[in-house]
């Protein structure tokens, strides 16, 4: 009699490492935009290596697991921190003038069009990457409409709108760790139906 066992592909799933190191940077940036402390050296160090770094990575071991999706999004958050820390850090060094505030509000416009059309792709995933990004738009849109009129209180807003789309992201990926370890669901995540 001969039976077959499933065949696993020997590699770990790279998406709680993608989206806590997404999370984690969102929410330390918002509680900045929330006002609670000032753009320091913590925010860009997290932006460099954990939601730079960390996600282009789990990308990268997306990509290895034929998963389009999270290929894109990791890899392309991933770059998105990079190029963020970029833009504050090079004018501090005195490479290039800073971005003007219409700058601003083109670059984070753009990736919030970028972010609805990969929140249209999470209506076959699950419930809790559709809050993630879904919240993530509104936090694009907000943050651009705060640079494009200047109003500071509307970017205290989006910095708790922040706060809530990182943690949503922690918990998606905390979630997706925790039931596989236990096996079972142990956090929801809400399935498609």
Same mark, same amino acid.
């Given at each position: 009699m001969s039976t077959t066992a499933p065949v696993r592909d020997g590699i770990a799933n790279p998406a709680p490492l993608? /989206?806590?190191?997404f999370g984690m940077t969102t929410v330390l940036l918002n509680i900045h935009n929330a006002g609670y402390f000032e753009q320091n050296s913590m925010i860009l160090?997290? !932006?460099l290596f954990y939601g730079g770094l960390a996600q282009v990575i789990a990308g990268i071991i997306e990509a290895k697991k034929d998963n389009t999706f999270g290929l894109t999004a990791f890899t392309s958050y991933g770059f998105f921190w990079l190029s963020l820390v970029a833009l504050i850090v090079m004018p501090k060094l005195g490479w290039v003038a800073a971005p003007t505030a219409g700058a601003m509000t083109a670059? /984070? @416009? $753009?990736? !919030? *069009? &970028?972010? =609805? /059309? +990969? =929140? *249209?792709?999470? =209506?076959? +995933?699950?419930?809790?990457?559709? &809050? $993630?990004? !879904? @919240? +993530?738009?509104?936090?694009?849109? /907000?943050?651009? *409409?705060?640079?494009?009129t200047g109003n500071k209180s509307i970017t205290t807003i989006a910095g708790y709108e922040g706060i809530i789309c990182g943690a949503s992201a922690i918990y998606t990926g905390i979630a997706q760790v925790l039931n596989e370890v236990y096996g079972r669901t142990v956090l929801p995540i809400g399935p498609v139906k």
């Open positions: 993608g /989206l806590c190191a160090g997290m !932006g670059y /984070l @416009s $753009v990736w !919030g *069009i &970028f972010t =609805f /059309l +990969l =929140f *249209i792709g999470t =209506f076959k +995933l699950n419930k809790a990457l559709q &809050f $993630v990004f !879904g @919240s +993530l738009v509104i936090l694009f849109a /907000l943050l651009a *409409i705060g640079d494009a």
